[in-house]
């Protein structure tokens, strides 16, 4: 699918406002023209390293920071910690696009507060639509990073006084989507699988979150590795 048939109708909503953060110029240069073609869409800043994105964040306010890990001065790990990280204050949505090598620096990010992981060797459609996905407050972990990165690093996530009797409270169709969700399936996948709707899945998504006291769709997924309720490989 190209690029033009993903552009979203804005209408007259404000666009949605991006800072791109990496240390490659021509990376980032790429990343600023595939975001800016799209008429939903608003790059309002682009920085070299951690410590000019936040100065970025603070002044433009963006909806979604799309952050590169390994950069100078300040990494992208602690760039997403002092942004989107625990008891900040109106956290901005951070974007994690990586080359992925199974690094523990991207699990580190994703403790950080990122909301979403993409590979740098996605397609440019993929970005628009991780980009649109993090801004409407959705999380997004591809199924390679969910598969590869969750499976091999969860035994290092610890959340305090946690265990399986928390699931009490989910219904069997809520407990199905967590399943689903830990498996790296996104919504419409999920929606396909069940046979509902789109909708449907997203409140499924809200009321599991609700219900778990989760930030967003990434503790879902670490919390379900974390008490072993995913599927079999």
Do not use: W
């Not at 690094?103 to 440019?124: H, I």
């Not at 990073?145 to 690093?153: M, N, Q, S």
């Amino acid at each position: 699918m190209s690029v033009d048939s993903r552009r979203a109708d804005g209408g007259d909503r404000a666009p949605i406002r991006v800072v791109v953060c990496d240390d490659q110029d021509l990376v980032r240069s790429g990343f600023v023209t595939i975001l800016d073609a799209q008429s939903d869409l608003e790059v309002v800043g682009e920085a070299s390293d951690g410590q000019t994105a936040i100065r970025l964040v603070e002044q433009e306010k963006p909806d979604v920071v799309v952050m590169d890990i390994r950069m100078p001065r300040m990494d992208g790990i602690e760039a997403t910690r002092r942004i989107a990280g625990p008891g900040v204050d109106d956290p901005a949505r951070v974007l994690i696009v990586t080359t992925f090598n199974l690094d523990a620096l991207v699990f580190d990010a994703l403790r950080a507060g990122a909301s979403g992981f993409l590979l740098k060797d996605a397609r440019p459609a993929e970005l628009l639509d991780a980009v649109r996905t993090v801004a409407s407050g959705e999380s997004l972990l591809s199924p390679a990073v969910t598969r590869a990165l969750i499976g091999r690093y969860a035994e290092r996530v610890r959340p305090v006084h946690r265990d399986r009797s928390e699931l009490d409270s989910l219904t069997a169709r809520e407990h199905e989507v967590l399943v689903l969700i830990a498996d790296g399936l996104s919504n419409a996948e999920i929606a396909l699988r069940l046979v509902i709707s789109h909708e449907t899945v997203k409140t499924y998504v809200s009321r599991i979150l609700s219900k778990l006291s989760l930030r967003d769709r990434v503790q879902a997924v670490v919390l379900a590795h974390r008490l072993g309720i995913v599927r079999d490989r």
